[in-house]
């Protein structure tokens, strides 16, 4: 199973960048995807995910200013950063999960905001 994560960088305050994360190796559409961050010091935590139905979800902080999607037939989903504040500034991993035991973890990619 690989999920690579792609479209990480730097970007100004109140910019805009747009992650991928290409899956293999698993039945895409029968899992729930997701992206974390971590931090420096932080804990991961939820950034949004969105189920094999395309329901979804947010962390408080996001919400409204990310958009979380994805492309079956692609087997990618993408998260749509807007609004960029410094505090967004973290590692962005992808994340697969179907079962408690059936989950995956990307390599991770790094997302800068600063001015």
């Known amino acids: 199973v690989q999920l690579v994560e792609s479209g990480g960088g730097l970007v100004q305050p109140g910019g805009s960048l747009r992650l991928s994360c290409e899956a293999s190796g698993i039945v895409f559409n029968l899992y729930r995807m997701g992206w974390y961050r971590q931090g420096a010091g932080q804990e991961r935590q939820l950034v949004a995910d969105?189920?094999?139905?395309?329901?979804?979800n947010y962390g408080i902080s996001m919400k409204g200013r990310f958009t979380i999607s994805r492309d079956n037939a692609k087997k990618t989903v993408y998260l749509q950063m807007n609004s960029l504040k410094t505090e967004d500034t973290a590692n962005y991993y992808c994340?697969?999960?179907?079962?408690?035991?059936?989950?995956?973890w990307g390599q991770g990619t790094q997302v800068t905001v600063s001015p």
């Open positions: 994340h697969a999960q179907y079962r408690s035991w059936d989950r995956y």
């Open positions: 969105i189920s094999s139905d395309g329901s979804t």
